[in-house]
């Protein structure tokens, strides 16, 4: 049975994903997106059968109408960098947790079913210990951080005290087809490859051995979609992500490698304020809460990514 559902950051990297995957199922699709950092061109044709609103998450009215009459909200929509939040603390947490706050509020009032929220890795901080599992106390160490922890706890109070089941995905390092390269906040691997593709040099922030656990985007999709429909899962966080650490020099190396560039050097620079050494994640919640696992491995996943870069 297909149901009305709202994406909000619906024309950003994920957000377009999540679109394409609803439309093919049937249903009927809402998006909210300022458009500050999504684009309408990641819609692409699916643009003609997607209602658009183009308004900020920091706008309770804007979110009251993108909310009226959907049953489910995914709420993509975020100011997503680390470096960002140190740079503007007060403007990232307008967006991250007012914006969060507001959208729980719409969803509410509009008697949505059920409000999938993106969370993040970053929550967990540079803990030591690994693999990172949902019950570990959190230790944001950027404003970044700490805004996901406070929008994923906003949501879980309205879930236990509001009326709306809520549920709290956080997000290991996602990738694919579509992540914008030329941000300056660009994600490791469209800023590896991109860099790689023309011939220059890319550049690793520290010593290259920090660690991180990926997760392409496929997999990120069907775990919202499930997230959306399990009936255990209200109430809950849940790590999604691939459930396997690379060091970003290793990685370097294999998207070398698919780029054709087996040879290339990166240039190092200082680390990056508030990025963590180790990211692991335990994603047994999510294969219990949901049936979720993750269905692309890395090579696959960058094989997937460089084509659809060299494509563009």
């Not at 009326?163 to 997000?171: Q, T």
């Not at 696959?300 to 060299?310: I, M």
Request: charged share 20%; net charge neutral; glycine share 10%.
């Amino acid at each position: 049975m297909s149901a009305h559902v709202l994406v909000t950051g619906g024309c950003g990297f994920i957000g377009s994903h999540l679109v394409h995957a609803l439309l093919a199922r049937g249903d009927r699709v809402r998006v909210l997106d300022d458009l500050s950092s999504g684009k309408r061109a990641n819609l692409g044709p699916a643009a003609a059968d997607v209602e658009l609103l183009e308004a900020d998450l920091r706008d309770p009215d804007a979110c009251r109408r993108a909310c009226a009459g959907v049953e489910v909200v995914l709420h993509q929509g975020a100011r997503p960098s680390v470096a960002r939040s140190v740079e503007d603390p007060r403007g990232s947490f307008e967006v991250n947790v007012v914006g969060t706050h507001n959208v729980l509020l719409a969803a509410r009032e509009a008697g949505a079913r059920r409000v999938v929220l993106a969370s993040s890795s970053s929550i967990y901080g540079d803990q030591p210990t690994l693999p990172k599992h949902e019950d570990q106390p959190p230790a944001p160490a950027s404003p970044y951080a700490a805004q996901k922890l406070a929008g994923e706890q906003l949501g879980l109070a309205f879930s236990r005290s509001m009326g709306v089941e809520v549920v709290a995905l956080r997000y290991f390092n996602v990738y694919g087809p579509r992540q914008d390269p030329t941000s300056a906040y660009a994600a490791v691997i469209p800023a590896f490859a991109a860099r790689l593709v023309a011939g220059e040099a890319p550049r690793i922030h520290g010593d290259g051995e920090q660690t991180r656990d990926f997760t392409f985007v496929d997999d990120v999709v069907r775990a919202n979609l499930l997230a959306a429909a399990a009936p255990a899962a209200a109430g809950h966080t849940m790590n999604i992500a691939g459930g396997r650490r690379i060091s970003i020099n290793a990685l370097f190396a294999a998207v070398a490698r698919e780029v054709g560039r087996p040879d290339a050097r990166a240039e190092h620079g200082p680390p990056r304020t508030g990025d963590v050494r180790d990211s692991l994640a335990a994603i047994g919640r999510a294969r219990d809460l949901l049936g979720w696992s993750p269905q692309v491995p890395l090579e696959e996943g960058l094989a997937r990514t460089v084509g659809a870069l060299r494509q563009r």
